[in-house]
Structures are given as structure tokens and as C-alpha cells.
């Protein structure tokens, strides 16, 4: 053999041992990270990196301050769609074959039951972390200095995560699929109530029109679950991606997370981390900044890094990395032991009872027994319209990035959380036990029950105490303190209350062993 052959040969060999040390440095364009200079060039220059700052602040990487909720949420979204993708190879979206299709994967397809309760208690857990994740937001005060349009960003993709879950709750089409659906389609209708009380119906059915634009006809068929089936796999998941790459980029565009405006660092911060040296920083002294000397009026201090941050490399990518893998576990041990319900196949002519929307709807359905229009769309419309202008109504910059602003802010939520809890209790202690309107009149005017009944009384008392306390502390933002701890509370106790203690015909019951036989 020539020299020329076998030098090839090794050569060959060589390009085998190192072809997984090229693909890193391909990816990360700049090769293995080993200088200060070298990692924010790896985040800088790399697509899938860049969505993190070069620098990350200390603040960020303190566990009891973000609670790693956000990627948390984030990282249950890819568990989501990468199982859902497994899913859609087995599963056919049709009426004759669709609860056939999930049954198999549950009993024949390999490792297929793990995979569905992976998908399904991945997309519920987003619900959770989502809805914690905007908690934490708020009571860090994330949602002010040029961040409150994020906020209402994330408020859509709240909404977005409920209605990706809902509508894939609709796809086996067993007996909890199909009563969900005619649920949800009965909110969708709720309208109604108010136009028959006004007598405008006839003319401005507004309930039936968006009731049958969702079923694909007057009942639940075969058009309802294509347009369901649609709505999950496609329309919804778009307009999620939309604006999860808007709430990045606005993260980012932002200067990260918040942080006090006084920041000290602790002990801890140096055994997490290792604390940046402050001079003689990334890029060198002598280079100039013009373009961000025009776009901010001023030029940087470049001969020293940030104060109290660290390089995004490897200091939050290996906290993110850790963190996905322990979410990534949690799934698979949960999904291990609990499984995705699944009952008999969905039969119109056999109801459940009780018939009840997926947990995170038993709340409006609560309300929904109050008042059709109220509990479907009033009473929903109203709690997203608050939530959204709080950030645009509290526009207090003093405390920022500190949880609850201050002592008084936890007093504040934790009065709050004593006096909303009481009231949501008496009034449906009430209404258990006395009825209302419709128990006592039978022939009250619908309009009055619309206007007046517990779900509206209770939003009234939230609007009443948050006045309350703005003028006892004369902040705005000891208000919406108030108002968002009630809208949390409200919503876990009607939510609750819809899930273990509403039985068969939506009678309350201290426990499900009352419930009668049926």
C-alpha cells in the first residue's frame, strides 16, 4: 500500500474519533468555549444560543427568585410536542376511528401508553407553571419598566396553553372527550341568555352563531372533531409559537429579568457561581461604540464588565440544562404511574352525570351554574381585561424586581387572600344551602339573574377591596396586590369546589363517596 493510500486511511480514521468534537465546533462556530472571549462569541454567534444574553445578572441564577418557572413551562412545551408528533402517526381524527386509535396506542403501540401520558400531563402541567410563572411575575413587580406589553404577551399565551389543552382533551372521543365538547360548546352559546332576556335574538343570535361556527352544525359530529383536531395540531399551535418567539424576544430585548435597583450580592452567589472579574472584560478597551452611542445617547464603560453578572456560558446554559433534565424525568416517573384517563366510547344518547369540562374549566363552570352569560363570557372577559391593564394602572417604579415590593405588600396579599377566601366560601355556602333567585321566584325576569347573582357580587367585592386598600396605602400597587391575589384564590377555590365537591346534576357533596349511584 502507497503512502499516499494509507495516509488517507489515517486521515480517515482520525475524521471517525473526532467527528462528534467537529460537530460541536460546527455548531458553535467558534470552537470549544475556553476564554471569557470565546464564550460570549458561542452564545453571540450561535441561532440557537443567542436568545440568551451574552451576560446573564446573578439575580437570574438565584433559585428562590424565578423558581426556574418560565423554563420549566417552556421545556413542558417541547415534552408536548414532541410526544404529540409521536402521537399523530397513530391516531386518526375521525369519529368511526379515533377512540380505536387511542385505544391502541394505549394497549398495542410499543411504549405507547408511557407516550399519551406524557402528552397529556405535560400539556396539563404547562397550565400549572404558566399560570405560577405569571404569579411570579406579578409579585416580583416583572411587569413594569418597559415590560408591560410582555406581560400582556403572556397573558395571550396563557390563554393559548388553555385552549391547546382543551382542545386535545376533545381528540379520543371517549365519554369524557364528547361531554367536554357539548360542554364547551353550551359556553360558547352562553351569549344566548342575554339575548333571549332582550329580546334580540331573533335578529342577533351571536351564542348560536359562534356554537355552530365551532360544532360545524346544530350537534357534536364528525365536523366538531375535525375542526377540534385542527384547532390543536395547527391554528393554535402557530399563534403559540408567535408570540412565545415575541415573549423571548422581548425578554431579551428587555436586558433579561428583572432585578432590584439596589442589588447586593450574598455568600451564596459565589458558591453557585463564579463571580466575573471586573476588569480587562469580553471585547478590548479601545473598541468604540458609535451605533449604540446613537441609539442610547451615550457610549458604555468598556473596559469593565456588567456589574454582578456572569457569562451566560456555561454558568445558565448548565442551570438550564440541569433543569430540563429533571422536568424531562418528573414526566416520565408521573407518566410511569398515573394514567391519561380513558372511559367507553363517547354515546350522545347516554350522558355523564355528572358532565363536567377538563379541571382547569370546573372553575367557569362553577360560575356558568350562576349565570350562563356571566359564568361564559362576562365574568372572563372581565377577569382577562383586568389582568391585562394592571401593568398600564400600576406604574409605581419604586421596588422593582423584589418580591411583594415590600413588608407591606405581603401583609397586603396575605389580607387579601383571608378576606377573599371568607367571602367566596359564605357566598357558595349560601347558595347551597338558600338557592337563589330562580329557587325563591320562579318567574324572575332572567335579566335580574344575569345582573345580579354570585359571581358578579364576588367581582364586585374584589373591585371594592382593591379601592379599599389603594386608599388605605395610597399605592396602586398594594391595589393590585389585592386584586390579583383574589383572582388567584377565586380561581383554585371555584376550581376545587367544581372538582370534588359538585356530583351528579351538579349537587354539592362534601366528598365523592356521596355521591349516589346512577
Known amino acids: 500500500m502507497s503512502e499516499l493510500k494509507q495516509s488517507g486511511i489515517d486521515s480517515f480514521k482520525h475524521n471517525i474519533k473526532s467527528a462528534f468534537k467537529s460537530f460541536a465546533s460546527s455548531f458553535l462556530r467558534s470552537g470549544k468555549p475556553t476564554s471569557d472571549r470565546s464564550r460570549a462569541a458561542a452564545v453571540f454567534n450561535n441561532f ?3 436568545v440568551q444574553g451574552v451576560k446573564t445578572h446573578i439575580n437570574t ?3 428562590a427568585y424565578t423558581l426556574g418557572l418560565g423554563l420549566i413551562s417552556f421545556f413542558l412545551l417541547i415534552i408536548t410536542i414532541i410526544s404529540g408528533v409521536l402521537l399523530m402517526v397513530y391516531y386518526s381524527p375521525s369519529i368511526e376511528h379515533a377512540y380505536n ?3 391502541d396506542i394505549n394497549f398495542v403501540v410499543f411504549a405507547g401508553r408511557l407516550i399519551r401520558n406524557m402528552h397529556k400531563w405535560a400539556g396539563e402541567g404547562m397550565i400549572i407553571f404558566v399560570l405560577l410563572h405569571m404569579a411570579r411575575v406579578f409579585y416580583t413587580s416583572s411587569y413594569k419598566n418597559g415590560r408591560q406589553f410582555n406581560w400582556v404577551i403572556g397573558l395571550a399565551l396563557l390563554i393559548l396553553t388553555f385552549g391547546i389543552n382543551l382542545s386535545g382533551y376533545m381528540l379520543p372521543w371517549d365519554q369524557l372527550s364528547y361531554w367536554a365538547l357539548v360542554i364547551v360548546a353550551n359556553i360558547i352559546q352562553s351569549p344566548k341568555e342575554l339575548t333571549d332576556s332582550l329580546g334580540i335574538t331573533g335578529f342577533f343570535d351571536i351564542g348560536g352563531f359562534s356554537k355552530e361556527l365551532f360544532l360545524g352544525g346544530l350537534t357534536a359530529g364528525k365536523e366538531s372533531l375535525t375542526r377540534v383536531y385542527l384547532l390543536h395540531i395547527m391554528l393554535l399551535p402557530i399563534f403559540l409559537f408567535i408570540f412565545l418567539g415575541v415573549h423571548f424576544w422581548r425578554i431579551r430585548k428587555d436586558g433579561g429579568l428583572t432585578k432590584p435597583d439596589v442589588f ?3 455568600a451564596i452567589d459565589a458558591a453557585l457561581i463564579a463571580l466575573p472579574e471586573k476588569k480587562g472584560g469580553i471585547f478590548p478597551a479601545n473598541k468604540t461604540y458609535g451605533l449604540m452611542e446613537l441609539a442610547h445617547g451615550k457610549t458604555p464603560v468598556v473596559d469593565r464588565d456588567v456589574e454582578n453578572t ?13 433543569l430540563f433534565v429533571l422536568c424531562l424525568a418528573g414526566v416520565i416517573v408521573y407518566s410511569f404511574f398515573i394514567d391519561a384517563p380513558l372511559k367507553e366510547l363517547a354515546n350522545p344518547m347516554i350522558p355523564e352525570n355528572p358532565a363536567k369540562a377538563p379541571w382547569y374549566f370546573l372553575g367557569l363552570q362553577e360560575l356558568l351554574s350562576y349565570s350562563a352569560f356571566m359564568g361564559g363570557v362576562g365574568l372572563p372577559g372581565l377577569a382577562l381585561l383586568g389582568l391585562g391593564l394592571i401593568p398600564y394602572l400600576d406604574r409605581e417604579e419604586q421596588h422593582l424586581g423584589i418580591w411583594f415590593s415590600n413588608k407591606q405588600g405581603k401583609r397586603v396579599a396575605i389580607e387579601s387572600l383571608i378576606a377573599s377566601a371568607l367571602v367566596i366560601i359564605g357566598l357558595l355556602a349560601f347558595v347551597i344551602n338558600f338557592g337563589w333567585f330562580r329557587s325563591w321566584w320562579p318567574n324572575v325576569p332572567q335579566l ?3 345582573l345580579i347573582n354570585p359571581g358578579n357580587i364576588w367581582v364586585g367585592f374584589m373591585i371594592l377591596w382593591s379601592v379599599y386598600v389603594i386608599k388605605k396605602t395610597g399605592s396602586t400597587r398594594m391595589g393590585a ?7 388567584l384564590i377565586s380561581y383554585l377555590i371555584y376550581t376545587y369546589v367544581g372538582t370534588e365537591l359538585r356530583g351528579p346534576n351538579w349537587d354539592f357533596f362534601w366528598s365523592r363517596s356521596e355521591w349516589p349511584i346512577h
Open 310 to 322: 456572569v457569562l451566560s456560558w456555561p454558568n445558565l446554559l448548565i442551570a438550564e440544562a440541569a
Open 264 to 266: 447586593e450580592p450574598k
Open 61 to 63: 441564577l438565584r433559585p
Open 101 to 103: 386509535s387511542v385505544k
Open 48 to 50: 440557537f444560543l443567542h
Open 448 to 450: 335580574l339573574i344575569t
Open 481 to 487: 396586590i389585592a386584586l390579583f391575589t383574589m383572582f
